[in-house]
């Protein structure tokens, strides 16, 4: 067992308390991590606000960076002092989707069972099956990969949400094409990514629109 800190939601819009939580040990195929560093995705606003249907009480946070403290069965101990970006999908890679390639499809994406415990007993939802807003977390081993020690976790913790959702979307949703004329509208965190993955894709022009000039 882990003593831990948590920020635990428990009605939407209340103010938010950090609290002493509980979690019990990584299980097989599982690992512990200690948070170094988060982002605040819309999402978990729109949970905290009560307009998704995610249910209270909860742990929101699922766009974070950290280290590998220890691993349950069948995880390679020398991933121990791993640093990692938290990733909210990992395809199971044996699916008839994952053997076609369309990993975005899985239907059973790893997810590590419920382990952090309130002092009043809850078993409190966790954000995408991560719950970052906590000093430690217990997710599937699949879901951490591996950053260089040089990346500041500050930095590294976007590519959990933000920038895959935003490189995805420009090389996977839109498929961008090499020499294209790209339009982003709206260039926050989400958009500056698309940016980023219409540059990769080899876009000859980008064009990014937005109403607010200190985003510009």
């Not at 369309?102 to 007993?121: I, Y």
């Not at 961008?176 to 982003?184: D, F, G, I, R, Y």
């Not at 540059?199 to 510009?216: E, N, Q, S, T």
């Amino acid at each position: 067992m882990t003593h831990a800190r948590a920020i635990v939601t428990r009605s939407p819009g209340e103010p938010l308390v950090v609290e002493d939580v509980e979690l019990d040990p990584p299980g097989r195929g599982e690992v512990r991590v200690r948070i170094l560093a988060n982002g605040l995705c819309h999402s978990d606003y729109s949970v905290y606000h009560g307009r998704a249907p995610e249910r209270l009480p909860g742990v929101l946070g699922h766009e974070a960076a950290g280290v590998i403290e220890a691993v349950g069965a069948t995880v390679d101990t020398s991933r121990v002092g791993e640093r990692v970006v938290i990733a909210w999908r990992a395809p199971c890679g044996i699916c008839r989707f994952c053997a076609a390639g369309q990993l975005t499809l899985c239907t059973r994406t790893q997810v590590a069972e419920p382990r952090l415990r309130t002092r009043d007993g809850l078993l409190p939802y966790r954000m995408l099956g991560i719950g970052s807003l906590s000093t430690h977390v217990v997710v599937a081993a699949a879901q951490c990969i591996a950053v260089p020690v040089d990346v500041a976790p500050e930095h590294a913790c976007l590519i959990g949400c933000a920038v895959m959702t935003g490189v995805g979307a420009a090389l996977y949703t839109a498929n961008v094409q090499p020499a294209s004329t790209v339009a982003v509208f709206g260039c926050g965190g989400v958009g500056t990514s698309v940016i980023q993955g219409a540059r990769i894709a080899g876009a000859a022009r980008i064009l990014a629109v937005d109403v607010d000039p200190r985003k510009l």
